[in-house]
Every structure is written in C-alpha cells, then in structure tokens.
C-alpha cells in the first residue's frame, strides 16, 4: 500500500493530515523525541506535543513525560487495530438500531386505462399531496374530490385549480368556495392534468374521464424530472387562458413555506389585504452558489398566480425584499434570474 492510499485510509478515522504524518513519522521511528519528530513531519515541535496527546487520547501513541527530554513512542500498530476494531464493534448494536430499512424511491410509470382507476389514482394524489397540487378538472367532476380537496387546503397545500367545460350557461357553476386556494374556469375541454409536490402526477385525456367505455389511456408518474415540466406546462399553458373565480384569503401569520409558490401566493394576497410583510429566506446565492439568509420588508411580488398578473415571463415568481444591504430578488427552485434561490420563507407581518 502506497503512502497516499494509506494516509487516506488513517483520515477516515479522524486524523488530520498533519496528524497522519506525525503518526506516519514515529511510526518509522518507534519511540523519539518532539524535536526529531518535527523534523522528520515537518511540523514545530510545539505542534508534536499538542497532536501526541490527540493521538494518546485514541490510543495511537504513548506519551513519556517522565523522561528528559519528553519522548514519544508509537503504540504496537496491532494494538491500534484491535483497538479501533473494538469500537466498531461496541458501535454496532446502536447503529443497528437506528437504522430503518426503507426501500429506495423507484422512479416509474403507470398506465391507466379504467375510468374508475383513474378517479381512485386522483382521489391518492390528492390525500398525499403535502405543499402543492395543480389540477384541470371537468367542472362535473368537482363534486366527487370535493372532501380531499377541502381537506388539502386545510393541511396548508397550495392548491391551484382549474375547471374545465364549464362555460355551458344552461349549466349551474359549481360551489368552488374553500376548494383550492385558486379556482379557475375554462369553456374547452382539457386534459386532466395533476401534479403534487412537483414529484408525482398525471396525465388522462378528457375523454377517458367523461365517458366510461372510452378506449383512451391515462399515464401516472412518479418521476422527479417529469413532475415539474407539467407543472410548468399547467401554469404556462392552461393557466393564463382559464378565467379565475375564486381565490382564498390570507393566511394567519407568522407562518413558514418550503413551496415557494405558496409563499409568493400568500405574499400577495396579504400585500393586497394591506398586511406589511417582513420575510426571512434561507437558500443559496446563485451567483455565488454559497448559502446565504435575508431579512426585510417585502417591497413587490411578480406572480401569474392571481390576477392581476404582473410577471415577466411565464412561471415567474419572484419575491422583492429590500434588507439592509439592498434589494435582493428571491425565486424558488431552479432561480436563475434572481439573487437568491429559496429553500424556506418565513413570512410574518410587521
């Protein structure tokens, strides 16, 4: 084994380099003085004694203080070994302990070819959604997700909802109050398309839901690259066209966000209920891709969320704080143009 090869090896047992050729040294020495030590590593003779008692802690080197000059004898590399061996061992049952067999996150695809499968695979998505879930919907089908979606709303999911073929005026528009945080209405069929916590979804043609001997297919995902592109799709596409008719009100704050949609979503409408808001981000600088919090009153939000709409291009959303050292721009996963790429926002009022 070369020099390097074992140098790594002594590192992964918490040795620092220059610890690692102190021991190495003394090692080729047996038993020496501080200042032969030294200048065999290449360290102050100061340093030899402060890494000997390191290393005399962990039982690595033996410390003769009695003589005169101090010498320092390296311990029987067996001895080392059934020492470090043993604690291992010892560790072993602890560990064993805490551990917690899962299986792994199997990325994968499902089709879907009954109506009634894929009404239960929404009814799912829905109940595990835990911060966000975008949804086209044929309006007479609000009724039969109703409860799950009342409930997802109350559990603190940002739930954008569109409702499609319901333009019909013969027709009573569905009670949208308390469904979703956003409820939209378009008058042309439209796929169904669900997505929760940008991770898993759907993608089922109108017909397949409206007509129970339909020959058409439904695909369910869970694909963490997949999820957002029809995120995306649902908020660049579909979203602008469909008429909003329903948009819930603030939230009690404070209050915390790891989606960073819902908390652009609260901020404007708080903003527009007159509410201050002062906002605390974690996440990272995106030029400097280094981790980086801010702190400051929230002077603007760019959202296609509620109308009116104000951002730049589409699935913009963009949070504006101005903190003692400036304006800084926050976007959230994947920002780009922005200063700061958010992992959590803490939004309270001031």
């Known amino acids: 084994?070369?020099?390097?090869?074992?140098?790594?090896?002594?590192?992964?047992?918490?040795?620092s380099e220059k610890e690692v050729d102190?021991?190495?040294?003394?090692?080729?020495?047996?038993?020496?003085?501080?200042?032969?030590?030294?200048?065999?590593?290449?360290?102050?003779?100061?340093y030899v004694y402060s890494v000997s008692e390191s290393l005399?802690?962990?039982?690595?080197?033996?410390?003769?203080?009695?003589?005169?000059?101090?010498?320092?004898r390296a311990t029987p590399p067996e001895e080392v070994?059934?020492?470090?061996?043993?604690?291992?061992?010892a560790m072993r049952p602890a560990l064993e302990e805490r551990f917690a067999q899962v299986e792994p996150?199997?990325?994968?695809?499902?089709?879907?070819?009954?109506?009634?499968?894929?009404?239960?695979?929404?009814?799912?998505?829905i109940e595990g959604a835990d911060e966000e879930l975008t949804l086209s919907l044929p309006a007479p089908l609000?009724?039969?997700f109703r409860d799950p979606l009342v409930a997802a709303v109350d559990r603190g999911v940002?739930?954008?909802?569109?409702?499609?073929?319901?333009?019909?005026?013969?027709?009573?528009?569905?009670?949208?109050?308390?469904?979703?945080?956003?409820?939209?209405?378009?008058?042309?069929?439209?796929?169904?398309?669900?997505?929760?916590?940008?991770?898993?979804?759907?993608?089922?043609?109108a017909e397949l839901l409206q007509r129970a001997n339909s020959d058409r297919q439904a695909i369910v995902f869970a694909q963490a690259q997949l999820a957002p592109v029809i995120a995306g799709s649902f908020l660049g596409n579909y979203w602008p066209v469909a008429v909003e008719t329903w948009t819930a009100g603030p939230a009690t704050l404070p209050a915390e966000y790891v989606n960073f949609r819902h908390a652009a979503f609260q901020a404007t409408?708080?903003?527009?209920?007159?509410?201050?808001?002062?906002?605390?981000?974690?996440?990272?600088?995106?030029?400097?891709?280094?981790?980086?919090?801010?702190?400051?009153?929230?002077?603007?939000?760019?959202?296609?969320?509620?109308?009116?709409?104000?951002?730049?291009?589409?699935?913009?959303?963009?949070?504006?704080?101005?903190?003692?050292?400036g304006t800084v721009a926050v976007g959230g996963r994947g920002a780009f143009v922005e200063d700061v790429e958010a992992d959590l926002v803490r939004l309270e009022a001031e």
Request: without cysteine.
């Open 158 to 205: 940002l739930v954008l909802l569109i409702l499609s073929g319901a333009g019909d005026e013969a027709v009573e528009p569905p009670d949208t109050e308390g469904v979703a945080s956003v409820v939209r209405r378009w008058e042309a069929a439209m796929p169904t398309l669900l997505t929760a916590d940008s991770a898993v979804g759907m993608v089922a043609p």
């Open 269 to 325: 409408v708080h903003r527009r209920a007159g509410t201050t808001l002062r906002a605390t981000v974690g996440g990272r600088d995106t030029a400097a891709n280094e981790p980086v919090e801010v702190t400051g009153e929230v002077s603007a939000v760019r959202q296609s969320l509620v109308e009116p709409t104000n951002n730049e291009f589409p699935v913009q959303h963009t949070i504006v704080i101005e903190t003692e050292d």
């Open 142 to 144: 609000l009724e039969e």
């Open 81 to 89: 070994i059934e020492r470090l061996r043993s604690d291992v061992e």
């Open 22 to 46: 102190t021991y190495l040294s003394l090692l080729e020495h047996g038993e020496a003085k501080a200042s032969t030590i030294a200048a065999a590593a290449g360290v102050s003779k100061r």
């Open 1 to 15: 084994m070369d020099d390097r090869t074992l140098s790594e090896l002594l590192t992964g047992f918490g040795l």
């Open 56 to 72: 005399a802690a962990r039982g690595f080197v033996e410390v003769n203080d009695h003589a005169v000059p101090t010498t320092i």
């Open 105 to 125: 996150d199997v990325e994968q695809f499902e089709v879907v070819k009954s109506r009634v499968t894929v009404l239960k695979r929404i009814r799912t998505l």
